[in-house]
């Protein structure tokens, strides 16, 4: 099996350093590049074939949002995943991450483990958004909301009643087996509802689900 290709970075050399040899430890990945800027991360991303970024939020030169915003807007990195890297779960900048195509995020404390479960979680396509990160997701976005942001109902008008239910049980942070338990559906039900909304949204990723609900004003 090729092993997934991983491109760190971050401005701290002692932070990649630290990241290269988690990464380096599991037999699956394999870093393939080190960007101290946004900039150099982007171009990186088209010279490395990188599969995953793990992307720093405050770098010099073009910041962490931008270079997500370049990288996924790019139809030839079409493939490439971003992971943010925070100081703190739920980061001021998390909700701009997702919205800018981020595949999800995770702080710097992690443990090796769970780093190398993260990068593989969203290599395979899926996305890393835990129940306390969208917990905060939320408080951010209805605070945003009560500053005058109109929500956009209309974006959710081609969904079923059932995948809108599903589009709101996800921007909760539930997985595909909680929310079949909370329905008393099969996970598989669940999860060919969850992948209709996608399509029909054009949501990337979970992530991007989420971000989508909250734009539309869907409660969870």
Known sequence: MTPVRVLLADDQDIVRAGLRLMVDSATDLTVVGEAATGGQA????????????????????????AATRRITADENLAGVRVLILTTFEVDEYVFEALRAGASGFLGKSARPEALIDAIRTVARGDSLLSPVATRGLIARYLALADQGRVADAGLLDGLTDREREMVALVATGRSNTEIA????????????????????LGARDRAQLVVIAYQAGLRP
């Open 181 to 200: 338990e909370h329905l008393t559906l099969s996970p598989l039900t669940v999860k060919t509802h969850i992948n209709h909304a996608m399509t029909k």
């Open 42 to 65: 982007v171009r990186m991303a088209r010279q490395q074939r990188a599969d995953v970024v793990l992307m720093d939020i405050r770098m010099p030169e073009l910041d962490g949002l």
